[in-house]
């Protein structure tokens, strides 16, 4: 029987660690680590993890500031708010909640986000420092990841990590952060030969390819962690379940995360983890 790597235990435990960071910081400074969510137009999904974003910054102590702005909103008014919260002094984190509707041009938003208030980290400026191991922030779903792994006692070097799935935002730097942390990486995707047998070979297997349990028993060495990224609706009762088939997987893992309640409560609070950093670096006394 596998370990339970709980997330929502280890996502709180580090809630409490900023806010503890948090009061203090208020204190020497003044003021609050601030964070800016920009949505445009009205996905009830992406509306849900932006409410979830607002009341992670309060659990914490953060001041957090949203704008909601219809779906029609044009490229110049999205530019001109971001340029405006890029100069506002009291706001160190801006987050612009992707998708964005298809007549905005993800990557010049992106690009137009003051690197150093970058939270998501998904300004190229950021992504580059990744690659080059010299970086103030993670995206958060890897260094969730990374951080479930740590505070389980997993140890990475040395282990077969195998990703699958090699988005920007999930399978490419979860790749790069497991190498920096001396394992030996393979990156898996849709046209990848052998799916099962690479798998087979994880001492570590991330999967994140967005496909409701995909990964049975069958993908699995025995005593591999598992760490499920994927957040999928089952088509056969609508709930929310992993990649992973964890009835088949769990009895042969030696640790896996479930779904929910594993990676998903890792990714806001890494998102905090970046806010305070982003206040710390632009000149906070901490
Ligand atoms: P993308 O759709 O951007 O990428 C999916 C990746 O999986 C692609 O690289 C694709 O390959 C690969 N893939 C798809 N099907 C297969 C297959 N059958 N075999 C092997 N590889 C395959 O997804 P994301 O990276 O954005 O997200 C992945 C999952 O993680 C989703 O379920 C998403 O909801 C979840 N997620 C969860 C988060 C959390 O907080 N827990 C945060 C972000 C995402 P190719 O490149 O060849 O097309």
């Not at 969510?37 to 932006?50: K, L, M, T």
């Not at 690009?111 to 400026?125: G, M, N, R």
């Not at 505070?151 to 790749?175: D, F, H, L, M």
Request: glycine share 8%; net charge negative; with cysteine.
């Amino acid at each position: 029987m596998a370990k339970l790597i709980d997330g929502k235990a280890i996502a709180a435990e580090i809630r409490r660690e900023i806010a503890a960071d948090t009061e203090k910081f208020k204190k020497e400074n003044g003021y609050a680590p601030g964070l800016a969510v920009v949505i445009v137009g009205e996905d009830p999904a992406s509306q849900v993890y932006v409410r979830n974003k607002h009341r992670a910054c309060e659990e914490v102590g953060f001041y957090s500031r949203g704008y909601e702005l219809p779906a029609d909103t044009d490229e110049k008014t999205l530019l001109a708010l971001i340029d405006e919260l890029n100069g506002d002094d009291s706001i160190h984190g801006i987050l612009v909640q992707l998708p964005l509707p298809r007549h905005l041009d993800e990557e010049k938003i992106l690009l137009a986000i003051d690197p150093k208030k970058d939270v998501d980290a998904f300004h190229p400026y950021n992504v580059g420092r990744i690659m080059i191991g010299n970086y103030d922030f993670l995206p958060c779903t890897p260094a969730g990841v990374m951080a479930l792994l740590e505070r389980s006692g997993v140890t990475i070097e040395g282990k077969e990590c195998v990703v699958v799935g090699r988005s920007n935002i999930v399978g490419k730097p979860q790749a790069l952060l497991l190498l920096e942390k001396n394992g030996t990486v393979t990156v898996c995707h849709s046209r990848t030969k052998n799916l099962r047998e690479v798998c087979r070979r994880a001492d570590i297997l991330v999967a994140a390819i967005g496909k409701p349990e995909f990964f049975d028993s069958s993908y699995i060495k025995e005593g591999a962690v598992v760490i499920d990224v994927g957040m999928n609706r089952r088509p056969a009762d609508g709930k929310l379940c992993g990649d992973v088939d964890f009835a088949s997987v769990e009895p042969i893992a030696s640790a896996i995360t479930p779904v929910p309640g594993g990676v998903g409560p890792m990714t806001i609070t890494m998102l905090m983890k970046n806010t305070f950093t982003a206040a710390k670096k632009q000149g906070a006394k901490v």
